[in-house]
């Protein structure tokens, strides 16, 4: 693992990769093009939020469903959700599929946001979770939390689209969201600006978890939140002030198929 001794080696292998796929092309390929089609910060996170939790399949098909339902929104997501009711809009929501995730799950999430979005907004809820010893983990169990329990009745199947650090889950989506929400740069929207980037976790799913086993950044054997803390306390390592920026060179290497090696070999 990553030591005084070869920490030079991994930033000089790692970094020039980040740095290649850290580019404003990345963009129109990967899901965060979605909330990139927005000016308004309130429309950026909410599509920001639907984007991440369906970023999953083939992009193509998943970026292609992901514009599908923001025309069903008449690509005004914040207005449509502050202003939402059953009775009378359910029917711009009916119908609508991806992979598990369905019409009533696009209302239930739709309801949910709007329910919170009387009180504070969704940095806001992020942020009273972040407060407890500026933990990431705190802040999206929070969100997860508040996201389930502010409409009576809510389905039980929204749970498995909402991920909770407190199931031992990698948090991949919510990771990546939380990502593109903070960082700043060519490819990160940048618009919550009152959390540190330095304690930012790494999106984690197989993928990525392959690349990290074979760049030697994880050594944990499961994909979980526990991998995901460790990935995250070695690119720390790295780079103090930004360690999510790995994401770039293990997400971007991987789709490009590449296959990353271990810089002490």
């Not at 965060?32 to 369906?54: M, V």
């Not at 929204?158 to 948090?171: E, F, V």
């Not at 799913?205 to 050594?219: E, I, Y």
């Not at 790995?246 to 990353?260: N, Q």
Request: aromatic share 10%; proline share 6%.
């Amino acid at each position: 693992m990553i030591n005084a001794s070869n920490i030079e080696a991994f930033r000089s292998y790692l970094d020039p990769i980040v740095t290649q796929f850290e580019q404003p092309g990345f963009i129109k390929d990967d899901p965060i093009s979605i909330p990139h089609g927005f000016d308004d910060p309130e429309d950026q996170t909410i599509a920001a939020l639907f984007a991440a939790l369906l970023a999953w399949g083939r992009r193509d098909i998943m970026l292609a469903k992901l514009a599908e339902l923001l025309q069903r929104m008449d690509f005004q997501p914040s207005r449509f959700i502050r202003s939402y009711k059953s009775t009378t809009h359910r029917t711009a929501l009916g119908g609508f599929v991806h992979r598990t995730f369905n019409e009533s799950d696009a209302e239930g999430l739709v309801l949910s946001i709007q329910a919170l979005l009387y009180k504070a907004s969704l940095e806001e809820v992020f942020l009273e979770g972040y407060a407890r010893e500026s933990s990431v983990q705190f802040g999206l169990e929070n969100l997860s939390n508040q996201l389930f329990e502010h409409v009576p009745g809510q389905p039980k199947r929204i749970r498995k689209h909402l991920a909770r650090p407190s199931t031992g889950s990698a948090c991949k989506r919510l990771n990546m969201f939380l990502r593109w929400m903070v960082r700043t740069g060519p490819v990160d929207l940048g618009i919550w600006n009152r959390i540190d980037p330095a304690d930012l976790l790494l999106p984690l799913d197989v993928h990525s978890g392959n690349q990290a086993r074979n760049v030697g950044l994880l050594s944990r054997s499961s994909n979980d939140w526990k991998a995901t803390v460790e990935l995250s306390e070695a690119c720390k390592l790295l780079c103090p002030k930004d360690p999510a920026k790995y994401d770039f060179a293990l997400f971007g290497a991987g789709a490009s198929g590449e296959v990353l090696r271990d810089p002490r070999n």
